[in-house]
């Protein structure tokens, strides 16, 4: 991308038919611009109701001109807005002028980006402007915005703050060596090193979970075949769309949806009905069942509720599952059983839920369990962290848990204070205070034009 100092210009609206279409200039001659397009040099943050001009002349549109100096504006540099009327011509005619006039098409996320180098945002914040953008779920957009009011910054620098002052007790002693003893015998170090770790485990931990809130949950529907798993899948999307019938073993390959649960993004998988099978086809649906199932965030394991001596999987399958995502135990059809909707616990302390897929009695029982594993509806500690937010805070902890290590063993402390230094640019990559050159580029170009 080129330097700042030259004036960048997008639509910041959506292409297409719409009331109002917005324009936006960032750069030194936004001033300038909007005195040759309109005739009028804007005010400071007044809105003035102008015509923007070509250059014989001729009305493009008439509109709104707002102007914001800097430094107090979205990117730090004079903006200029222009609020013209929508569709698919005037904007670009209008666009195309201010082009005329000096400015560049800006690139994706530029805007953003100047925000970023002109100490407006942050890295996670501009990261958030993004994921507002995009979020495709109530909680999403929620936890997103909390991320841009600087909720993850801080508990990024809360971390950094407390790895700091160890850094300080750690380099003073490496410098006077009798400080260096009193340091390891009180055993403050120690317990310094554990408090962070812990700090930034639980970190790690609202991480992850943002992480599925931002995927989306996971989840696969696992079952014999006519349990109800397709129905399941329908009742909760409330669309006809996965397969449902009566013959057993119709349901041959992964049908794979994404529905909002009560403002929660889940891809649900529907699998081939399980059962022993000599059929090659069928076999094969299994058998990727089963993969996706190892993989997924949630397994729901459906039976049917009248026949309860079925576990939902022959046991051997049972055992590809040691250790996949939370499961919860569904009794299906609990109106031809003539069941109450229940949540109970079995020994293992899995939920068992007793529902309907036709009536619908007892479905908000697995819906509100699923909100809980997701993030939660008001979760405040939920991240909407992205992998490399994730990477870095996984790289950090391994840090620390090596300083651990080598503290317990009576390893140098030149070589405890180096994973400490680390750890803290490992930290610094999270909010962009260690920048490298080639991730801006990622980050920025995902961005749209515009923002
Ligand atoms: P799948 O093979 O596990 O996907 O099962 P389906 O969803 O295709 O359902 C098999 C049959 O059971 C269909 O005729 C459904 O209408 C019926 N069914 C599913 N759930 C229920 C339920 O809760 N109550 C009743 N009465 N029938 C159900």
Do not use: W
Not at 27 to 38: H, M, R, Y
Not at 253 to 270: A, F, K, P, R, W
Not at 297 to 320: C, F, H, K, S
Request: charged share 30%; net charge negative.
């Amino acid at each position: 991308m080129a330097d700042s100092t030259d004036t960048i210009a997008a639509i910041a609206t959506p292409a297409g038919r719409g009331g109002i279409a917005v324009l936006r200039l960032s750069g030194p001659a936004c001033v300038s611009i909007a005195a040759e397009l309109t005739g009028t040099v804007p005010e400071s943050r007044h809105a003035h109701f102008v015509a923007f001009r070509d250059s014989r002349a001729e009305v493009i549109d008439r509109g709104l001109m707002l102007y914001f100096p800097a430094p107090a504006s979205y990117t730090g540099e004079d903006v200029l807005e222009l609020h013209g009327h929508g569709g698919r011509t005037l904007p670009r005619l209008l666009l195309a002028r201010t082009l005329e006039l000096g400015a560049r098409h800006a690139e994706p996320g530029e805007f953003s980006r100047r925000a970023f180098l002109n100490d407006k945002l942050d890295l996670v914040q501009a990261e958030a402007v993004a994921d507002i953008v995009d979020s495709g779920s109530r909680q999403a957009a929620r936890s997103a915005m909390r991320s841009l009011e600087g909720d993850f910054s801080r508990k990024i620098d809360a971390v950094v703050e407390s790895l700091i002052r160890l850094r300080v007790d750690v380099e003073g002693a490496l410098d006077f060596p009798e400080e260096e003893l009193e340091l390891l015998e009180t055993g403050g170090l120690k317990q310094g090193l554990v408090e962070c770790l812990e700090q930034l485990r639980r970190l790690l931990e609202n991480a992850e979970r943002g992480g599925r809130l931002r995927e989306g949950l996971r989840i696969v529907i696992l079952g014999r075949p006519n349990v109800g798993k397709s129905s399941l899948l329908n009742c909760l999307s409330r669309s006809e769309r996965a397969i449902v019938t009566s013959v057993p073993g119709t349901t041959r390959d992964l049908i794979e949806e994404q529905i909002t649960v009560g403002g929660l993004t889940v891809n649900m998988v529907d699998t081939a009905g399980i059962r022993e099978t000599g059929d090659v086809i069928e076999r094969e649906g299994i058998d990727r069942a089963l993969n996706a199932a190892a993989t997924a965030d949630v397994i729901l394991m459906m039976r049917d509720a009248g026949e309860t001596r079925d576990t939902a999987l022959p046991e051997e399958q049972m055992q590809r599952l040691h250790g996949a995502g939370e499961v919860i135990i569904i009794n299906n059809k609990i109106d031809l059983a003539g069941e109450e909707a229940s949540l109970q616990y079995d020994a293992e302390g899995r939920p068992v839920i007793g529902l309907s897929a036709t009536t619908g009695a007892g479905v908000e029982l697995l819906t509100d369990r699923l909100l809980e594993l997701g993030g939660g509806e008001d979760d405040q500690d939920v991240i909407l962290a992205r992998g490399r937010h994730m990477d870095a805070l996984r790289r950090a902890v391994s840090l620390l848990e090596q300083s651990l290590v080598r503290l317990e063993e009576h390893i140098t402390l030149e070589l405890l204070a180096e994973d400490l230094r680390v750890a803290q640019s490992t930290l610094g990559e999270i909010t962009g205070e260690v920048a490298v050159d080639d991730l801006l580029g990622e980050i920025f170009s995902r961005f749209c034009i515009g923002k």
